[in-house]
């Protein structure tokens, strides 16, 4: 009986009094945290789900691209940065020269110049566009402008002559609200899935791409247009995106992290000039 006393006794003494070896362990556990994981009422809004690259985009991407191009059209800041990309990116226009050397290792300076007449001729907008309105170094502008505005854009490849083009080639240009994201079609090849309007293969590359003939925004069609989607083989799409994990089906616009702050900044100077508007109209007499 004694001997069961001595060991209640000691059990209520260790519970008051934990081993300076469990307090010591549990402090270097505490002490081998990294700061950023830390956890308290500073950090409670801080994130803590795992997701992946493309469960991000899926739930963010069409509302980011929308107010992208919101304050791209109407905040001047933004407008500037987007001309400043391209203007540094393209300038005017990518040009080419061509380089065939005879046998001797010498420029073909016949052949040379035959390609760069041809070369000039394709890149004008009727040969090269396939909607004849874009020179080639306008589509070049307009790539970069719209990898900046809207995070990534598609260029088709046709290969047929368009106006009086000796080439048979002509590109299409494609903004990516008409790539379809809102729901996945079935994929064609039972091992390939669609994520986010990109038909993959298991290694995620891209198979095929799924795109509307109308962008979902236009403005009233006619009766007779109907919107259709089409299953566009990878090798005749050229996707510019900036991949920033792996896998990352689409591309977000790059000014996705200033998109509130140049927001608040539009707002904040209509707001300080309204009330300077309204002050310049207080007039006082004194008699």
Not at 109 to 123: F, G, K, L, M
Not at 140 to 147: A, D, H, L, P, T
Not at 221 to 226: A, H
Request: net charge positive; charged share 25%.
């Amino acid at each position: 009986i004694m001997s069961l006393v001595r060991d209640i006794i000691n059990v209520i003494r260790n519970r008051n009094n934990p081993p300076r070896k469990i307090i010591a362990g549990m402090s270097t556990a505490a002490l081998r945290t990294y700061a950023g994981a830390k956890s308290s009422r500073l950090t409670q809004g801080f994130g803590n789900i795992q997701t992946s690259a493309d469960s991000e985009i899926s739930s963010s991407l069409r509302v980011l691209r929308a107010r992208s191009r919101e304050v791209i059209r109407d905040a001047g800041y933004a407008k500037r940065a987007k001309a400043l990309v391209v203007d540094n990116v393209i300038g005017a226009g990518i040009g080419m020269q061509a380089q065939v050397k005879t046998t001797r290792g010498e420029l073909n300076q016949r052949i040379n110049a035959d390609i760069e007449t041809v070369w000039e001729e394709w890149c004008k907008a009727k040969n090269c566009h396939t909607g004849g309105a874009l020179h080639f170094h306008d589509i070049e502008r307009f790539i970069v402008g719209q990898w900046f505005e809207a995070g990534e854009v598609l260029i088709r490849k046709h290969y047929r002559a368009f106006g009086d083009s000796p080439v048979p080639f002509a590109l299409e240009v494609i903004e990516p609200e008409r790539l379809l994201d809102e729901f996945q079609p079935a994929a064609v090849d039972p091992s390939a899935k669609v994520r986010l309007g990109v038909e993959m293969n298991s290694f995620f590359r891209p198979v095929a791409y799924w795109i509307r003939s109308i962008h979902p925004g236009d403005i009233q069609r006619n009766s007779w247009e109907t919107d259709r989607i089409e299953r566009v083989p990878a090798d005749q799409i050229i996707h510019i995106r900036m991949i920033e994990r792996w896998p990352q089906t689409r591309g977000i616009p790059w000014l996705h992290t200033a998109l509130r702050k140049i927001y608040d900044m539009d707002g904040y100077t209509e707001a300080e000039i309204t009330r300077a508007r309204a002050e310049a109209n207080i007039i006082g007499a004194l008699k």
